[in-house]
């Protein structure tokens, strides 16, 4: 029920009346209620809608979906190709058009279509795309004065900051939503490999590759995933840190098409509560180092398996996945001040960030003719190698990284190490070679594949 107040008349003698209160407009940012519009204002143009079109392949199934027959004909029936298109937003960085969005809205897209929020428009193409990342650099073409953001250092940021995050969520139209930092250095399964900043600033389908900027008007992440059980917001919004994206503009712009990360050569794990007192510390602390390929920078910067790395240039590393993010925001050919504890107690070293080696010489070969493991490429594995098929640091040998016609039926994948064909031993890419060219009808072959070793058997 509604209930209207009635005005109450106080009557006074004429000498006595109250003094007047004074109605005064505030003058200082103390006085003014709180307002995002000045950020939004100086932030938003700079703020995208990008439109990608992608083509993809798929199977018809014969039987019109029916789950009964597709469970045992699965693969049959015919491929073909449709567009799909994507919806996500983008944040210009120079006022030349380079544009950073997330690698899964644009970064196999055919066709992309940025409209900027004064309904400019400009076709784009992709500089440089980066799954693990998800970060995608664009070039619009003939752009130029056009609005930008700054960067923020993202290592500057602190919990309980103001944010505000804009985007295009769920193409309604540009949207700004408010928050603040939640969390710093969120790294879960559930998130893959990435190190992101937490939000409660809302973030819907479409906010993907839109800005998280302060209260300043500086970027301070790309909005690129929620943790939802609904597909909606639910306040747990995760931006990947101005500092790497900085990174990853910078390689773009010197004509990289891939994200080069600097080479560690090293594996390690979070320092718990058991290990903590297994090493004697007085709590959790850091990473152990548990490998070091003997040319890790690491390594030469005299550390060990078994040392703790505590800091890299005075930023905590209570993971390695801060470790790996804190090395690729630095980027190849910088230098990083590395505080670590070792037998001897702390102690800081200079270690200069380099680029995976791609020695010994990868040595490809390609088995061709009319021989039983045609159409397989193979290397030879070196540190190069392996980071870029995410192989152990301890892989050596021989790997596959292509596999088609009898190769492919026959069951090798990318990624696979060679170990013996038919019960040699297979160390050198030549010995695949020579091992391809016996003629007999009976084959088997030992691979190590995701950690366990797998025996091809066929018969030709």
Same mark, same amino acid.
């Given at each position: 029920?509604?209930?209207? /107040? #009635?005005?109450?008349?106080?009557?006074?003698?004429?000498?006595?009346?109250?003094?007047?209160?004074?109605?005064?407009?505030?003058? =200082?940012?103390?006085?003014?209620?709180?307002?995002?519009?000045?950020?939004? $204002?100086?932030?938003?143009?700079?703020?995208?809608?990008?439109?990608?079109?992608?083509?993809?392949?798929?199977?018809?199934?014969?039987?019109?979906?029916?789950?009964?027959?597709?469970?045992?004909?699965?693969?049959?029936?015919?491929?073909?190709?449709?567009?799909?298109?994507? /919806?996500?937003?983008?944040?210009?960085?120079?006022?030349?058009?380079? @544009?950073?969005?997330?690698?899964?809205?644009?970064?196999?897209?055919?066709?992309?279509?940025?409209?900027?929020?004064?309904?400019?428009?400009?076709?784009?193409?992709?500089?440089?795309? +980066?799954?693990?990342?998800?970060?995608?650099?664009? *070039?619009?073409?003939?752009?130029? +004065?056009?609005?930008?953001?700054?960067?923020?250092?993202?290592?500057?940021?602190?919990?309980?900051?103001?944010?505000?995050?804009?985007?295009?969520?769920?193409?309604?139209?540009? !949207?700004?939503?408010?928050?603040?930092?939640?969390?710093?250095?969120?790294?879960?399964?559930?998130?893959?490999?990435?190190?992101?900043?937490?939000?409660?600033?809302?973030?819907?389908?479409?906010?993907?590759?839109?800005?998280?900027? +302060?209260?300043?008007?500086?970027?301070?992440?790309?909005?690129?995933?929620?943790? !939802? *059980?609904?597909?909606?917001?639910?306040?747990?919004?995760?931006?990947?840190?101005?500092?790497?994206? $900085? =990174?990853?503009?910078?390689?773009? $712009?010197?004509?990289? =098409?891939?994200?080069?990360?600097?080479?560690?050569?090293?594996?390690?794990?979070? @320092?718990?509560?058991? #290990?903590?007192?297994?090493?004697? #510390?007085?709590?959790?602390?850091?990473?152990?180092?548990?490998?070091?390929?003997?040319?890790?920078?690491?390594?030469?910067?005299?550390?060990?398996?078994? +040392?703790?790395?505590?800091?890299?240039?005075?930023?905590?590393?209570?993971?390695?996945?801060?470790?790996?993010?804190? #090395?690729?925001?630095?980027?190849?050919?910088?230098?990083?001040?590395?505080?670590?504890?070792?037998?001897?107690?702390?102690?800081?070293?200079?270690?200069?960030?380099?680029?995976?080696?791609?020695?010994?010489?990868?040595?490809?070969?390609?088995?061709?003719?009319? @021989?039983?493991? *045609?159409?397989? !490429?193979?290397?030879?594995?070196?540190?190069?190698?392996?980071?870029?098929?995410?192989?152990?640091?301890?892989?050596?040998?021989?790997?596959?990284?292509?596999?088609?016609?009898?190769?492919?039926?026959?069951?090798?994948?990318?990624?696979?190490? @060679?170990?013996?064909?038919?019960?040699?031993?297979?160390?050198? !890419?030549?010995?695949?070679?020579?091992?391809?060219?016996?003629?007999?009808?009976?084959?088997?072959?030992?691979?190590? *594949?995701?950690?366990?070793?797998?025996?091809?058997?066929?018969?030709?």
């Amino acid at each position: 029920m509604m209930r209207r /107040l #009635l005005p109450i008349v106080l009557i006074a003698p004429l000498l006595a009346l109250p003094a007047v209160a004074e109605v005064a407009v505030p003058t =200082t940012a103390a006085d003014v209620t709180l307002s995002f519009a000045p950020v939004v $204002k100086a932030a938003a143009p700079a703020v995208v809608n990008i439109y990608a079109t992608q083509i993809v392949e798929e199977r018809v199934s014969p039987f019109a979906g029916d789950p009964f027959f597709d469970q045992f004909f699965q693969g049959y029936g015919e491929v073909q190709q449709r567009a799909q298109n994507s /919806l996500g937003s983008g944040v210009i960085l120079s006022s030349d058009g380079i @544009v950073v969005s997330n690698y899964h809205v644009v970064g196999q897209a055919t066709d992309i279509r940025v409209v900027l929020s004064d309904r400019r428009e400009f076709e784009a193409t992709v500089m440089l795309a +980066d799954e693990e990342a998800d970060l995608a650099i664009l *070039r619009l073409t003939g752009a130029a +004065d056009l609005p930008s953001l700054d960067f923020r250092d993202s290592d500057q940021v602190e919990v309980g900051d103001l944010v505000l995050a804009i985007g295009n969520p769920f193409g309604i139209g540009q !949207t700004v939503s408010s928050g603040i930092i939640s969390g710093l250095a969120r790294s879960t399964a559930d998130l893959g490999r990435g190190y992101f900043v937490q939000t409660d600033a809302a973030i819907n389908p479409g906010n993907s590759g839109g800005a998280l900027v +302060d209260m300043q008007g500086r970027l301070v992440g790309i909005n690129t995933a929620i943790l !939802t *059980r609904s597909g909606g917001s639910n306040g747990i919004g995760f931006a990947i840190p101005a500092n790497l994206v $900085k =990174t990853v503009v910078e390689q773009a $712009k010197t004509g990289a =098409t891939r994200f080069m990360r600097p080479w560690a050569g090293v594996t390690g794990q979070a @320092v718990d509560a058991a #290990l903590a007192d297994a090493l004697g #510390l007085p709590r959790p602390d850091g990473v152990v180092l548990s490998e070091i390929h003997p040319d890790s920078p690491f390594a030469k910067a005299g550390l060990r398996p078994g +040392d703790v790395v505590l800091s890299l240039d005075g930023a905590a590393t209570n993971t390695p996945q801060e470790v790996i993010f804190r #090395l690729a925001a630095l980027g190849i050919g910088a230098t990083t001040t590395v505080r670590y504890l070792s037998e001897t107690g702390e102690a800081e070293a200079e270690v200069s960030l380099i680029a995976p080696p791609d020695t010994p010489p990868r040595n490809p070969v390609t088995v061709t003719g009319d @021989v039983a493991l *045609r159409g397989l !490429t193979v290397v030879q594995i070196n540190p190069a190698v392996a980071a870029e098929l995410g192989l152990p640091l301890a892989a050596e040998g021989v790997v596959v990284t292509e596999a088609s016609d009898l190769a492919a039926r026959i069951g090798f994948r990318p990624g696979d190490i @060679v170990l013996g064909v038919n019960g040699t031993a297979i160390t050198t !890419t030549e010995a695949v070679a020579r091992a391809a060219a016996q003629d007999i009808r009976r084959w088997s072959v030992d691979l190590l *594949r995701g950690g366990q070793t797998v025996r091809l058997r066929f018969r030709l």
